[in-house]
């Protein structure tokens, strides 16, 4: 039955396979995956798509055989402005290149694979980098993703419409493809959701569907609780645009100089129809997610009438 589903899925393109009302899984954390491979603090994650490539592979069919429809790949930090940090800001495209093609590899051409984009960093208004300039950045990562292979762009762990409007506009120009985009969501005093920035749900879910997104999302920062909450936030001004959700394991605890994540994958997948019934139609993990997590998560959607 799921060689069918993901023929069926490999014949037509994400948006397509959505507007027919299936749901669909995404991968989990890679971060702390790779640190479990031997990441170094400090040590450029990307870079690992050169050096380590079976380490990274290894990753990608873990989420696969997971049961993961979608996965993502390891370029979030691919921006030439984030490499620079590590002197590596000339190897943005053989990079970002890399990190498509492994992810492609093990994807095959039944699953989806998304390039991931993160945060660069820099304020566009604090002066601290132009428009123009931002956008060659997003643009150089978003077309090494394409030539490597990606189906879709996913700009993830957003705070700042300004950056992600431009992130949106290099990557639709740049490939052509679809682009999905995401915010990352923290519970004020107050009980309200706003990124670092200030943008409620709401506002991020007009501006950036506005702003060209195909698909529009939460990911980090919450376990499934707060992310159906911040779904059912943005179906008040969006009814119709897909959602993707890429939660936690829970809020972070630090025990022991240790950061443990508490929901266990069984907790997860509990809430898995209530997150769909509030609208989510791509749902996946983030930090402290692991294979367990998504095949917990795949097992439920796939029961799913």
């Not at 069919?61 to 402005?81: M, V």
């Not at 002066?127 to 950045?137: A, F, R």
């Not at 009814?239 to 809020?251: E, M, Q, R």
Request: aromatic residues 6%.
């Amino acid at each position: 039955m799921e060689v069918e589903i993901y023929f069926e899925i490999s014949m037509k393109s994400l948006i397509e396979v959505l507007k027919e009302g299936k749901i669909l899984v995404s991968d989990g954390a890679w971060g702390t995956f790779l640190q479990s491979k031997g990441l170094q603090p400090g040590e450029c994650p990307e870079l690992w798509n050169i050096t380590h490539k079976d380490d990274v592979l290894d990753i990608a069919k873990n989420y696969i055989d997971a049961g993961a429809d979608i996965i993502l790949t390891n370029s979030f930090g691919g921006n030439p402005i984030k490499l620079k940090h590590y002197g590596l800001e000339e190897k943005a495209f053989e990079l970002n290149y890399a990190a498509a093609s492994i992810s492609r590899e093990a994807a095959g051409n039944n699953h989806y694979v998304l390039g991931s984009i993160g945060p660069t960093g820099v304020l566009l208004m604090m002066g601290e980098i132009t428009e123009d300039e931002l956008y060659e950045n997003f643009a150089i990562q978003s077309n090494a993703l394409k030539e490597g292979g990606v189906d879709a762009i996913l700009i993830e762990t957003m705070s700042d419409i300004d950056e992600a409007r431009v992130a949106i506009k290099a990557a639709k120009e740049t490939t052509g493809l679809s682009v999905i985009c995401t915010f990352t969501f923290e519970k004020t005093l107050l009980g309200q959701y706003k990124t670092m920035m200030g943008i409620t749900p709401t506002e991020m879910a007009l501006a950036i569907r506005d702003a060209g997104a195909d698909i529009i999302g939460t990911n980090c920062g919450n376990g499934f609780e707060q992310m159906i909450e911040i779904v059912r936030e943005m179906r008040t001004v969006d009814k119709g645009t897909p959602i993707l959700v890429h939660a936690n394991a829970g809020k972070p605890v630090y025990k022991d100089g240790i950061t443990i994540f508490p929901e266990t994958p069984e907790y997860m997948a509990s809430k898995v129809q209530l997150l769909i019934d509030s609208g989510a139609n791509i749902i996946g993990g983030c930090c402290g997610t692991t294979p367990s997590h998504i095949s917990a998560l795949a097992n439920i959607v796939r029961n799913i009438k």
